[in-house]
């Protein structure tokens, strides 16, 4: 028997990211679960309208995604419950700029993605940011053989109707290989 939920997204669990952006000249820093990928080089970032950083990322038309490991569970809780209206969370972090120049990094993440910003969708109580990504940084540490070793990375899962932070698993499948074993049958 299937319950029915109502209109619920459970597209979970998803990694929390730090979307970082300068607001005022300063760097503000806030965590964002509504994050997608929409393909190879372009992100999708969900920010209520009445928060602090989107000022920011629409008059600098740049934004960052940053990775935070498990380790910075205390800093990211933090940029999620406090806005930069009331708090400067810019010393929160140790900042560092790309090419773009006005898209504030996380040096403490272990991974960094550089966005310009291609579009904005208007949804019911959200800003949408497209971004394309035009430079992702990452800590030499958490390269393995196959590039970015996630287990690594370590970020920090969550689920969105919850409010507990989860740790990432361990591989148990192939990709793209598993699955042939149907096509023996
Ligand atoms: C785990 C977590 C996930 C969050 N995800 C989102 C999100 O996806 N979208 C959003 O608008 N706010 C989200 N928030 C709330 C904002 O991070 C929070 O309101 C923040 O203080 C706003 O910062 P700002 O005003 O400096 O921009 C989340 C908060 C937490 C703790």
Not at 79 to 103: R, W
Request: net charge negative.
């Amino acid at each position: 028997m299937k319950k029915k939920l109502g209109s619920k997204n459970y597209l979970c669990p998803v990694p929390v990211t730090l979307i970082g952006a300068n607001v005022n000249g300063k760097p503000n820093y806030i965590t964002i679960a509504f994050v997608g990928v929409m393909d190879y080089s372009h992100v999708s970032v969900a920010s209520a309208r009445n928060h602090y950083t989107n000022a920011g990322i629409k008059e600098n038309g740049t934004f960052s995604v940053n990775i935070p490991s498990t380790r910075l569970v205390r800093e990211t809780d933090y940029c999620g419950i406090v806005s930069g209206k009331k708090a400067d969370k810019s010393a929160v972090f140790e900042t560092f700029y790309g090419s773009l120049e006005t898209a504030p990094m996380i040096q403490e993440c272990p991974i960094n993605m550089e966005c310009r910003l291609v579009q904005i969708l208007d949804v019911p109580h959200h800003d949408v940011f497209i971004g394309e990504i035009v430079e992702t940084y990452c800590d030499e540490d958490i390269l393995g053989d196959d590039g970015v070793d996630f287990a690594k990375v370590d970020p920090i899962l969550f689920v969105i109707y919850g409010s507990d932070y989860w740790r990432f698993g361990e591989p148990f499948a192939r990709g793209w290989s598993v699955g042939k074993e149907l096509l023996k049958k």
